[in-house]
């Protein structure tokens, strides 16, 4: 199964009502920006229709595909040649990356994907060190919009963070 | 050459790699991308195994731990 094959079914259920919208996020969306690296899963952010005020359950997710003949794999589920996650939105910058995703096209593909500044933002919140190490490989590869991403950093409390990173790898002694 | 002029020059040709690399960047698909990454999991996956493989080996007593 091709990689576009994936994204398909991952796109179909939206359109049949099991997810209300979805996102790629993580180490496959940063592929849109900079050079490949290695990464193992796929993760796909998700607003689930009943998600307000209730339960979050995957479990509609994981019925509809294991329907299909695919199989889980511990956290994940394994469509074509990733394993993929799927990760309902976990607070404010989640919900508002999902929302304010981008379609991507490239070749035959095309698929929903967290814009630059999102994925950033995103990574100096979780701040593990292989966040921190990959926003370096992007930073130095890709040029998010400032103006945008300063104003994402603000609206979620993050600027400090970002001093913080910088003073971490960029100030010199 | 002075110190300045190295760190001038270095500067330049890492400013140079970096524009080659956004090029050659550029001219790649995701799907091509995917499939690089895929080769990568596969690189990793041998070489954890050899890993392990060497790992048993020297626990049953077979090759030697000295380098």
Do not use: W
Request: aromatic share 8%; proline share 3%.
């Amino acid at each position: 199964m091709t990689f576009a094959k994936t994204l398909r079914v991952i796109e179909e259920l939206e359109q049949k009502g099991i997810i209300e919208r979805y996102a790629i996020g993580g180490g496959i969306a940063a592929l849109v920006y900079v050079e490949p690296f290695l990464t193992y899963d796929l993760d796909a952010f998700v607003v689930l229709p009943s998600a307000k005020g209730k339960l979050v359950s995957l479990r509609p997710i994981y019925d509809a595909l294991t329907k299909k003949g695919f199989k889980p794999e511990g956290e994940h589920i394994r469509i074509g040649d990733f394993p993929v996650q799927f990760i309902p939105a976990y607070n404010r910058l989640t919900e508002e990356a999902i929302r304010e995703a981008v379609i991507v096209k490239s070749g035959g593909l095309k698929m929903r994907v967290f814009r630059l500044e999102h994925l950033v933002a995103i990574m100096l919140q979780t701040s593990r060190p292989k966040d921190k190490a990959r926003l370096v490989q992007v930073l130095d590869q890709a040029e998010p919009d400032e103006q945008y991403l300063s104003q994402i950093l603000t609206r979620h409390r993050l600027s400090r963070r970002r001093a913080q990173f910088r003073k971490q790898f960029y100030d010199r002694a | 050459m002075t110190e300045r002029d190295q760190a001038k020059r270095i500067a330049i040709r890492m400013f140079t790699a970096k524009c080659r690399r956004r090029r050659n960047l550029a001219k790649l698909t995701i799907e091509q991308k995917v499939r690089v990454v895929l080769q990568m999991q596969r690189m990793a996956r041998e070489i954890s195994a050899a890993r392990e493989g060497s790992r048993k080996m020297r626990k049953a007593g077979r090759v030697s731990d000295h380098k």
